[in-house]
């Protein structure tokens, strides 16, 4: 309608501040061959902000700084949000035996000082499948997984059989619940020989590095996944978290390294 108002008026009748209006049209449009590299990655990871497409594009060796990247995600006008479904996966109302926490205050120097331990829930059609995911604090290395249709001790023994086939941890960090107090799990770290350490009643996040891993499974896979059934669940799960975590996703506390460098 400019052509047949002045811009003055016609921001005055919309209550737009012309400032607002002049705006979009001060930022240039990023270079064609970024954009591109962006959406590249974005492709494959759309959960990226602004840190981990600046480190991926550097380790593509694209010349580019942070201004430069921001400028193209907000050009791209990326916007997320994702809604929650509350499942309780913890049972600590249980007769086992409860050990105190060993990790407080502890400082981190080595692969497997302490690994962590926690249990998720996934939404399959009308019903729910759980995750049990084992992983080493220092490196951020998954250790060990297991995937059910139930929430019974067995999930997280799968796990820990598994992690321990790889390596044996000095710590095993994990919350309250029946399932890690269970004297089918606990066994199997004290005939290993590995300190048992668990949050304090009703202090979860005492198990924040456990906590945060399942909110990245959650936002960077589950979120973008259609899972047809159990099995296909089980394959994408596997491959993200042991080929695409493992050794392809950039992690900002590793110095944008993936877990396996």
Request: proline residues 5%; positive net charge.
């Amino acid at each position: 309608m400019k052509g047949e108002y002045p811009i003055r008026q016609l921001c005055a009748v919309l209550d737009c501040p012309r400032s607002s209006y002049y705006a979009p049209r001060q930022e240039k449009q990023p270079a064609k061959g970024l954009v591109e590299a962006v959406e590249a990655i974005l492709m494959r990871w759309p959960f990226y902000g602004y840190r981990r497409v600046l480190a991926q594009l550097k380790r593509q060796g694209v010349p580019v700084g942070e201004r430069a990247v921001r400028g193209v995600l907000r050009w791209l006008g990326m916007t997320r949000q994702v809604g929650r479904v509350r499942v309780v996966t913890t049972a600590s109302n249980h007769s086992h035996p409860r050990y105190p926490n060993q990790i407080r205050g502890l400082k981190l120097t080595a692969p497997d000082q302490v690994w962590v331990g926690d249990i998720t829930y996934i939404r399959l059609g009308k019903r729910f499948i759980y995750l049990a995911v084992i992983l080493d604090a220092f490196t951020r290395a998954v250790r060990g997984w297991a995937l059910s249709r139930s929430l019974e001790q067995a999930l997280t023994v799968a796990a820990l059989t598994q992690a321990l086939t790889k390596a044996v941890p000095f710590i095993f960090h994990s919350d309250q619940g029946s399932q890690y107090a269970s004297f089918a799990h606990t066994s199997l770290l004290l005939d290993a020989g590995v300190h048992i350490s668990m949050v304090d009643k009703a202090s979860p996040t005492e198990n924040a590095l456990a906590e945060r891993f399942i909110r990245t499974v959650k936002e960077e896979q589950v979120d973008y996944a259609d899972y047809h059934d159990f099995d296909d669940a089980y394959q994408q799960l596997k491959h993200w978290l042991e080929v695409e975590y493992m050794t392809e996703r950039v992690h900002s506390s590793l110095h944008y390294l993936t877990p396996a460098e």
